[in-house]
Each structure stands twice: as structure tokens, then as C-alpha cells.
């Protein structure tokens, strides 16, 4: 089609973290029509995990404007600018205050932006407590037919209008197909930052990985990495296993990578993790995937999602060279889409933005389902987090960042999320160690 031809659509994606501005920024490309181009915003929600650079270059999707901003920045932006899609990848709980805080910025205003959002991965814990709090977008994306099901059961269950709920698949799944071993083979652990949490279990796995690359020496053992000390993902990391390999000795075919999961998988013939949404990509491109059972199947640990799957077991049988088959029923409800259907995932997400951008008279207001009058024990405290009142106004005192911060508030900022990051990873541990005593 000539460029001529072509509809540009203004998007906007506030996000909260490296990996949540990943799904966010695809799925608005994802969501796009066929016959139109975007125009991407980016707006990185200040806090804890605001994203580095490094970060931002290694999850690899650019934006045509990208800039960092707190929750009243971006509500004060909202009421100025005009956009035909706003994608909130946030946390469940900003998600609702943003939901309140732009039905205040946009009430009187005859049109406004889709809102659409949704989860980064599985959805394994807080079911209910994070579906509610998303409630009130336009779309609230599910990543499989059976989280589908049951986000309509957990609206439906409680009242609330489950219309808004539209089956997608996850939007960073891609790359090719599985074709053979390759030379040397190659195993990955993708760690997660969060699960396990304790230094017993980390140094456990890491102990597997490390006996399993001395047990087949002929193989590359690639530990892949989230983050590098001091950085924040979706998740805090108290203990990284860059640290813990350090009192180790690991043999040589043993290496510590870092990068887009999607390169590290061109090169994997034995995807091993224990629970991450790497396992569903590798399972898109058909990569042999086990999910670890050593820790136990528990909820704690989100293995409990691949109940099924054909892809539990353990370092054990993996030292024996056991071959995982996943379940083809199992995969196929998981948004995976290994059967080819991937082109087509997003169709009703564009047919449902398209029709509502084209409603007459725009859209109505949000009405999320919380409000001072359903929640007014819950839904105070998660919109005074981000500084708004239970009408979504700014609270008295909320920052309000007209302007670039001067050197001087940048240095403040940097040493405080220091501070903090430094309160997470060394003082809390070694508090939590002391009350173990």
C-alpha cells in the first residue's frame, strides 16, 4: 500500500518496567490495523523499576518519543494531548488509578483514546485482585482462550461488564521454528528475578546448572540473565546469581548471557526455567522445554500453570537426557499459537479498537468497577500511592513535573533510588535473616 494511503494512528504506552514497556510497545504495534501506521509515544511511570538504558536497548523496541514521568505528569499530558490508543502496562494497581485519574482529565470531552491492558505473561496469582483492578479499560487483553475464560468468569462472577475481555496471544512471541541440535549443544536456564526468592533454592539451581555443564561437557550451559546488579525488572531481585556465582567455580562451557531472549533462543536446544514466560516462547518456536519440579509444583513458584503441559521435570532426568513432548492440547490454549494461527491472534483486539474509534460520538466515560462507593476501603490507599484522591484529582502536595528535572534534582533522584535499591538487595535480607534467628 503507498505510504500516501496509509492512516497514522497516535499511540501511547505508559509502563512501569523494562519488561512491561516490551508488551506494552509490541502489543500496540500488534494492535494496529493492517492499513494504518503508529506513532508511538513512550511514557515510563517514575518508581522503583523505571527502566536504564541498557534496559530499554535490550528489549529492542524503539519509540518515537520516550520520556520518563510520574503518574500526575501523565495524567496532566493526557488532558492535552490527542491520542487514538492508550495502552496502560502497568501494575494492577496503577492501572486503576490511571483509570480514575483520566476519567477525571478526559470528563466533558467529546472524544478520547481506546484504553487497552492487560497482562505481561501467565497469569498464575491474584486472579481476582488484579482482573478488578484492570477493569474499566476498554480492552482488557488475555493472552490465551483460558485466560479468556476465566477473566469473563471473575467479571461475571462479580457483576461487573465482562465485554471489555479480548483474546490475544502474547505479543512478543516470534522467531524460527525449531529445525535441529545445533553444534555445540546448548542449554539456557532463564532465571527469574523473583522465583525462587531464597538463597537456598538460587544456589541450589545455580548448583544443577553448574553440575550439568560438568556432566556433559560437550554442551553449552548458558545461564540467561534479566537484569544486572542494581537494575530493576517487574520484579525485585534481592539475591542475583551474579553474585552467587562468584564463590563458585564453574567449568568453562558454563557462561552468563545477557540480551534479547528472543537471540538467545535461536541457539537453544533445551529451554530449563521454573516458571518464566520464556517457556511459552520457546514452546512458540517448538525448542524442546522443560519446567523445573525440584523446588515441588507449587503456587508460590507459578510452575503450578504447566500443570499439563508435558513439560514438567527435573534436573535428574535432565542429566539423563530426557527429552520433554509438550501437551498439543495444553499448548494450544496457552496463546502459544505453535500451530501457525499467530498472524491471526490479534484480529479481534483491531476489529474491536476499530469499531470504537469510529463510534458516533465517541466513547463514554471509564467506569471502572472499584469506586468510593463499591471499595472505600481498598481503593483510597491504591490511588493515593500515586498522589490522586478518590475523584482522581491531584492529592494537596503531589509532584507535579512541569519541566525536565535540573542537574541537581537528577543527582537527588539517582542517589534515592540508590539508596533504595541498596535497601532492597543488602539491608532487607540480612534483616529478614536476623529475625530468622
Not at 73 to 98: C, H, I, K, N, P
Not at 194 to 220: C, F, G, N, Q
Not at 307 to 322: F, I, N, P, T, Y
Request: aromatic content about 6%; glycine content about 8%; hydrophobic content about 40%.
Amino acid at each position: 500500500m503507498p505510504a500516501s494511503a496509509m492512516k497514522t494512528r497516535r499511540v501511547a504506552v505508559l509502563a512501569d518496567s523494562d519488561t512491561r514497556w516490551k508488551w506494552g510497545a509490541l502489543t500496540a504495534n500488534r494492535i494496529a490495523q493492517d492499513n494504518s501506521d503508529i506513532r508511538l509515544d513512550g511514557y515510563l511511570l517514575r518508581g522503583r523499576a523505571t527502566p536504564t538504558a541498557r534496559q530499554l536497548q535490550e528489549v529492542g523496541v524503539p519509540a518515537d518519543s520516550l520520556r520518563e514521568v510520574s503518574a500526575v505528569e501523565f495524567l496532566r499530558t493526557m488532558a492535552q494531548e490527542s491520542y487514538d490508543v492508550l495502552v496502560l502496562a502497568l501494575v494492577g494497581g496503577g492501572v486503576q488509578a490511571m483509570l480514575h485519574g483520566l476519567k477525571r482529565v478526559w470528563e466533558g470531552r467529546a472524544e478520547r483514546p481506546v484504553v487497552v491492558t492487560g497482562y505481561v505473561g501467565v497469569v498464575y496469582e491474584k486472579l481476582a485482585d488484579g482482573l478488578l483492578l484492570r477493569h474499566g479499560a476498554d480492552l482488557v487483553l488475555a493472552n490465551s482462550r483460558q485466560d479468556a475464560e476465566r477473566f469473563r468468569a471473575v467479571y461475571e462472577g462479580v457483576g461487573a461488564d465482562a465485554s471489555s475481555v479480548t483474546e490475544v496471544a502474547l505479543p512478543f512471541l516470534g522467531g524460527a521454528p525449531y529445525t535441529g541440535e545445533h553444534d555445540p549443544y546448548t542449554v539456557v536456564f532463564a532465571a527469574q528475578p523473583s522465583v525462587p526468592d531464597s538463597r537456598k533454592d538460587r544456589t541450589y539451581l545455580l548448583d544443577r546448572l553448574i553440575r550439568h555443564a560438568r556432566k556433559h561437557p560437550e554442551r553449552e550451559v548458558l545461564l540467561k540473565l534479566r537484569s544486572k546488579p542494581g537494575e530493576h525488572t517487574t520484579h525485585i531481585e534481592e539475591l542475583p546469581y551474579q553474585k552467587l556465582v562468584q564463590r563458585l567455580d564453574p567449568p568453562a562451557n558454563f557462561k552468563l548471557v545477557y540480551g534479547n531472549m528472543g537471540e538467545v533462543l535461536d541457539r537453544t536446544d533445551l529451554l530449563v526455567t521454573i516458571s518464566s514466560t520464556a517457556a511459552l516462547e520457546s514452546l512458540h518456536r517448538r525448542i524442546p522445554t522443560v519446567v523445573l519440579t525440584d523446588l515441588g509444583v507449587r503456587e508460590v513458584l507459578g510452575n503450578h500453570h504447566f500443570v499439563g503441559s508435558g513439560c514438567l521435570a527435573s534436573w535428574d532426568q535432565l542429566d539423563e537426557g530426557h527429552r520433554p513432548a509438550p501437551d498439543e492440547e495444553w499448548v494450544s490454549r496457552q496463546g502459544v499459537c505453535a500451530d501457525g494461527t499467530y498472524a491471526t491472534a490479534f484480529d479481534a483486539a483491531r476489529e474491536r479498537i476499530a469499531k470504537l474509534l469510529e463510534r458516533p460520538g465517541g466513547l463514554p466515560a471509564l467506569t471502572p468497577y472499584y469506586t468510593p462507593a463499591t471499595a472505600p476501603g481498598y481503593l483510597p490507599g491504591i490511588l493515593a500511592r500515586h498522589h490522586l484522591g478518590v475523584d482522581g484529582s491531584p492529592l494537596p502536595g503531589a509532584p507535579a513535573h512541569d519541566r525536565e528535572p535540573g542537574p541537581v534534582r537528577q543527582v537527588v533522584r539517582r542517589a534515592a533510588r540508590g539508596a533504595y535499591r541498596h535497601g532492597v538487595q543488602r539491608v532487607a535480607p540480612v534483616i529478614r535473616r536476623m529475625g530468622e534467628l
